[in-house]
């Protein structure tokens, strides 16, 4: 039987010769390389100007190494600036979107996939319809709803509702959590109906366990968006003492030294990464759906 070989712009003899070779490892090193450069570049240039004097960061910007550190800039900036309080406004702000934003997408997509009302299609292409409106033209709209919420006539101006509740309806996360579910097998959705699960119970105790790759996905979208957003909470939270990190470190930047202002954007950093580096299994496993599956 002749074996299916598949062939790329070099051929497996190609690949062979060792002008060849040396050749793609070269290309390959050097595109390694570069995409190295281009993504944790500005990250690592961060972390080293925030530990470097303002005078060196001025004299050599693009220096690979600092002739000398200064580890007291993270501890003043974490007081001048006060990053404490705003971190945890930030955090905050990125917890409550976080968790409306989970909760919108699980559960419209489990509407529109698994329990499939009969208006589910024009409902599907509505949400659809909002992914080309453009936000800037929401702004005003959106921002007199905060001021005069319908029907309870409340304001919701610097309180951080104003930021959690439309940060929530994204259609972006339902569409992408509903494409996930319509993967999921359906012979365990039978089996569970057949079982006397209702459709909270199968929610709860089937699509969700199953669900943990697009949960992580959704989680990590929710989070860094919330913790970078600038426009919305500058609009929303007028008020100093509620603004995150993302609104604050601009308006202080005029009255603090450089090499100072750069430890507090290092240390405004690090939460994003860490989350992405503890979620980054997620994005590439499927475990959560073996599991289940096996169960």
């Given at each position: 039987m002749a074996a299916t070989i598949e062939r790329g712009i070099v051929s497996a003899h190609d690949r062979r010769r060792p002008s060849v070779r040396t050749s793609l490892g070269v290309l390959q090193g050097g595109l390694l390389i570069t995409l190295v450069v281009v993504g944790l570049g500005p990250i690592l240039w961060l972390a080293k100007a925030a530990v470097t004097p303002t005078q060196e960061t001025l004299r050599e910007p693009l220096g690979l190494f600092p002739t000398g550190i200064d580890w007291a800039n993270l501890a003043t900036a974490w007081n001048r600036a006060e990053i404490?309080?705003?971190?945890?406004?930030?955090?905050?702000?990125?917890?409550?979107?976080?968790?409306?934003?989970?909760?919108?997408?699980?559960?419209?997509?489990?509407v529109l996939s698994v329990l499939r009302p009969r208006y589910g299609n024009v409902i599907f292409g509505l949400v659809l319809a909002t992914l080309f409106v453009p936000s800037v033209v929401l702004l005003v709209p959106l921002y007199l709803t905060i001021l005069d919420v319908p029907i309870v006539h409340i304001s919701l101006l610097n309180t951080f509702w104003a930021v959690w509740l439309p940060m929530?309806?994204?259609?972006?996360?339902?569409?992408?959590?509903?494409?996930?579910?319509?993967?999921?097998?359906?012979?365990?959705?039978?089996?569970?109906?057949?079982?006397?699960?209702?459709?909270?119970?199968?929610?709860?105790?089937?699509?969700?366990?199953?669900?943990?790759?697009i949960l992580g996905v959704v989680s990590v979208f929710a989070v860094i968006a919330a913790w970078k957003d600038y426009l919305w909470p500058l609009l929303v939270l007028p008020d100093p003492q509620n603004q995150p990190l993302s609104v604050r470190l601009p308006a202080i930047a005029p009255y603090l030294e450089l090499d100072v202002f750069l430890a507090a954007l290092a240390i405004s950093t690090v939460l994003p990464i860490a989350l992405f580096l503890a979620f980054q299994r997620l994005f590439l496993s499927g475990a959560g759906l073996g599991g289940a599956v096996k169960g």
């Open positions: 404490d309080h705003y971190f945890v406004n930030t955090l905050i702000v990125a917890l409550g979107a976080w968790f409306f934003q989970i909760l919108v997408a699980t559960t419209g997509g489990y929530g309806a994204s259609a972006f996360n339902v569409l992408l959590v509903k494409r996930f579910f319509d993967g999921l097998p359906r012979e365990i959705f039978e089996a569970a109906r057949v079982d006397g699960a209702g459709p909270f119970r199968l929610l709860w105790s089937i699509v969700l366990p199953m669900s943990k790759p």
